[in-house]
């Protein structure tokens, strides 16, 4: 990481032009699942993601782009209007919300006379600036490596760091081509083999947790839908909570002893965003492997965002190209987050979405799938505890137990961590029909002077 560097003066953020893009797109060419967004909407997530590391905002617009150019992305008019903006405003920087060509990305510079960055710069600027553990800033260089090898743009082997970066927002110099791509490659390579061993050490520690088995609920969602702010209120931790895109990057893991008596281990993950970089997510697959590996999935959604259902479509969409397909139907238990900001009327039709009561069309017990509440106040928490202790407990194996009376030990975990359905006496030993997690069933099986058969 000391190799990268930013020359941004440190008490003086570039006066910053955000523009977005409205490519016109055909209803054929977009995902089955995608609505498209309103190109307003997104102007206003990317100010907000310029606005994360401290940029200063001097204009933004939406662009209309019918035809992309492939020398500038836009049209020659266009090109000649934000050079006079530039110009006018003193800016030094140009934010495309949209992927940039390294031909466009240098043909706009020499036209605008400022720096241009494009929305994978961005967001990997912004990934550096919020990296903290070792972990996270390999895998945030690695992916800023990655994308920084096709461009060669501006150096980054000689360069003082200053501070978080990679040199997309600020920094002088040209490359020595050949050399820098050497350097890129050989750096990657050391990288990843450090991540090699970052996984291996989370594979310890997944195996480690499975001798003790707690389930594990991963909280995923869109960036700044509110996971931080449930986790701490779920967990009484206190993890930093911003009202700001990826303020969480690195992951946390906090233990919860549910209603049932059963724990379960939390974790709260990195945001997801739309156009989230293909090398990003690739990067960061050694924490996301966290989501993969956990026994149920929290989607935190931001209920009173207007780009709700698109946030959801996105994160679906990174959970599918994680290999998880099959279980977003089953393992998932979806978070209407941020009930406290909706009007009286939405928010009438979702307070008690989540409380389980009756049965499903199999006759089982209905465990919600949808929960609304307010991380903030507390609103509907005790309902999503619920309806999450209901899941992790409707594949709970029925086991028959003798337990000597003078195990005490052994009695009490039961009743504490799972459901004694029948108690009896059998010659001095305790005979117990008992609901039992799959892992806590496991953990059973290995107590000393303990026989227990399934039913």
């Not at 036209?111 to 972990?135: G, M």
């Not at 994680?322 to 978070?335: F, I, K, N, P, S």
């Not at 307010?374 to 202790?389: M, Q, R, Y």
């Not at 337990?403 to 005490?408: E, H, I, R, S």
Request: positive net charge; hydrophobic residues 40%.
């Amino acid at each position: 990481m000391a190799s990268v560097s930013v020359s941004r003066h440190a008490n003086s953020p570039p006066r910053t032009c955000v523009l977005h893009p409205a490519l016109a797109r055909p209803p054929a060419a977009r995902h089955a699942c995608e609505r498209a967004r309103e190109p307003e909407s997104s102007l206003i997530e990317a100010e907000s993601l310029a606005r994360a590391i401290d940029l200063e905002v001097v204009c933004a617009e939406v662009v209309p782009v019918q035809k992309p150019r492939p020398a500038t992305l836009f049209g020659p008019g266009r090109v000649e209007a934000v050079a006079e903006a530039v110009a006018a405003h003193g800016l030094g920087l140009v934010v495309v919300n949209g992927a940039l060509t390294p031909v466009q990305q240098r043909n706009l510079e020499s036209a605008w006379h400022c720096k241009v960055i494009d929305r994978t710069a961005l967001i990997l600027e912004i990934f550096a600036a919020r990296a903290r553990t070792r972990e996270g800033r390999l895998q945030v260089e690695v992916a800023a490596l990655r994308y920084q090898r096709s461009r060669l743009v501006r150096s980054w082997t000689h360069l003082e760091r200053q501070r978080g970066g990679f040199g997309f927002v600020g920094g002088p110099g040209e490359t020595q081509i050949e050399a820098d791509r050497r350097q890129i490659r050989v750096r990657i390579d050391r990288l990843e083999r450090a991540l090699d061993g970052v996984k291996r050490t989370r594979g310890l520690h997944r195996a480690a947790r499975q001798r003790v088995p707690y389930p594990v609920i991963a909280l995923v969602g869109y960036t700044n839908a509110g996971k931080t702010t449930l986790f701490n209120r779920l967990t009484g931790a206190s993890a930093v909570a911003r009202d700001q895109l990826f303020a969480t990057l690195d992951p946390t893991m906090r233990g919860v002893v549910l209603p049932s008596g059963q724990r379960v281990i939390l974790s709260d993950t990195v945001g997801f965003v739309s156009d989230l970089p293909h090398d990003l997510v690739a990067a960061f697959r050694a924490t996301l492997e966290e989501v993969v590996a956990a026994d149920l999935i929290v989607h935190v959604r931001d209920c009173a965002h207007a780009d709700s259902a698109e946030q959801r479509a996105d994160v679906m969409r990174v959970l599918t190209e994680l290999g998880l397909e099959d279980r977003l139907a089953t393992d998932v238990v979806e978070v209407l987050n941020k009930l406290d900001l909706l009007d009286a009327r939405p928010r009438a039709c979702l307070v008690g979405l989540g409380r389980a009561g009756g049965n499903g069309a199999d006759g089982r017990p209905d465990h919600p799938r949808m929960v609304a509440v307010s991380a903030l106040t507390g609103e509907g928490i005790n309902d999503l505890i619920g309806a999450i202790d209901a899941r992790l407990t409707a594949s709970r194996r029925v086991v028959e137990v003798r337990v000597p009376y003078a195990d005490g030990a052994t009695l009490a975990w039961l009743y504490r961590h799972g459901e004694v359905l029948e108690h009896a006496d059998d010659d001095g030993k305790a005979r117990l029909r008992v609901g039992l997690t799959p892992a806590d069933a496991g953990r059973l099986e290995r107590r000393p002077g303990v026989s227990l058969a399934s039913h």
